[in-house]
T-cell receptor, first 106, second 114 residues
Framework: QQQVKQSPQSLIVQKGGIPIINCAYENTAFDYFPWYQQFPGKGPALLIAIRPDVSEKKEGRFTISFNKSAKQFSLHIMDSQPGDSATYFCAPPPVFGKGTRLSVIA | ETGVTQTPRHLVMGMTNKKSLKCEQHLGHNAMYWYKQSAKKPLELMFVYSLEERVENNSVPSRFSPECPNSSHLFLHLHTLQPEDSALYLC?????????????FGSGTRLTVV
């Protein structure tokens, strides 16, 4: 079955730090590599996504790095804030990672 | 509120009850989905509808019965559920069934089976 392996499961960083969440995949047919953000009591929301023809994409404080040969992509959050505390999922369709619970402490 | 609305937000039902979850999207999307989210498990895709036709059913027990009367509405009919079915049920929509333009999720229905 198609799978992705997301790490770490949980992460605690100080405000202003740069948390990095990684996702390794097996299926080379994946063509779209998104990250979703989920707050308690809400559904996941699309945060940022990348296509395999580029190696990096930035949107505000969020950056995706994509390594096609290693079959990995990662999410970086610059200048992290307490409001970024949430669960993050990598989700090349149709699969979802198990999620990373991020806590940003002031 | 997102473009996908789910009702009710919370539901408590007995194992012999029959209830339905409702999902509505006004995004003009062609595909709709039901997902199950349990603690410490990945999101589980249950059903996919594309242009009102079911295109995927991931070995879901028959006590869950989906219905898609039109491209804007999706229902999940529930009957004789088990306590292990307690979870957050999420509805999502996307431009097309490949999901290659991202999903828009509702806020979910928190289901508790007693």
């Amino acid at each position: 079955q198609q799978q992705v392996k997301q790490s770490p499961q949980s992460l605690i960083v100080q405000k202003g730090g740069i948390p990095i969440i990684n996702c390794a995949y097996e299926n080379t047919a994946f063509d779209y590599f998104p990250w979703y953000q989920q707050f308690p009591g809400k559904g996941p929301a699309l945060l940022i996504a990348i296509r395999p023809d580029v190696s990096e994409k930035k949107e505000g404080r969020f950056t995706i790095s994509f390594n096609k040969s290693a079959k990995q992509f990662s999410l970086h959050i610059m200048d992290s804030q307490p409001g970024d505390s949430a669960t993050y999922f990598c989700a090349p369709p149709p699969v979802f990672g198990k999620g990373t619970r991020l806590s940003v402490i002031a | 509120e997102t473009g996908v609305t789910q009702t009710p937000r919370h539901l408590v039902m007995g194992m012999t009850n029959k209830k339905s979850l409702k999902c509505e999207q006004h995004l003009g999307h062609n595909a709709m989905y039901w997902y199950k989210q349990s603690a410490k498990k990945p999101l589980e895709l249950m059903f996919v509808y594309s242009l009102e036709e079911r295109v995927e059913n991931n070995s879901v027990p028959s006590r869950f019965s989906p219905e898609c009367p039109n491209s804007s509405h999706l229902f999940l009919h529930l009957h004789t559920l088990q306590p292990e079915d307690s979870a957050l049920y999420l509805c999502a929509s996307s431009q097309e069934a490949s999901g290659d333009y991202g999903y828009t999720f509702g806020s979910g229905t928190r289901l508790t089976v007693v």
